[in-house]
């Protein structure tokens, strides 16, 4: 099976030490500028969806929500987290353009 492009942009965000995880460090990490997008699992609580939506609004900051945890922690090779932090602004535009495209290939 083919390798999605988007599991391809986690591993190289990973290994230029360009993506964080867990809840805690992408929530500090809004408020001081540095990510450029938040990916949440489909699976995380609506609590968080709504709580990291809101920040991200707040300050202006790209969201999206895309598979599970499972599979994020996977990709990125971070285990047993379900929201991530994208850093660089390159990687966060690819990123978004491939789940955008995934999610209308799905429709």
Excluded at 22 to 33: F, L
Excluded at 74 to 100: H, L, Q, Y
């Amino acid at each position: 099976m083919k390798r999605k492009k988007i599991e391809s942009y986690f591993g190289l965000a990973r290994r230029a030490g360009k993506i964080l995880s867990g809840y805690r460090t992408c929530m500090n990490s809004i408020g001081r500028g540095k990510i450029k997008l938040i990916i949440l699992a489909e699976d995380t609580s609506q609590n968080t969806k709504d709580k990291f939506q809101s920040l991200c609004e707040r300050y202006g900051i790209a969201f999206r929500i895309y598979g599970r945890s499972e599979d994020l922690s996977v990709m990125s090779g971070m285990p047993e987290r379900g929201v991530f932090g994208i850093t660089d602004r390159n990687f966060a535009e690819a990123m978004i353009k491939e789940i955008e495209n995934e999610q209308i290939v799905l429709r």
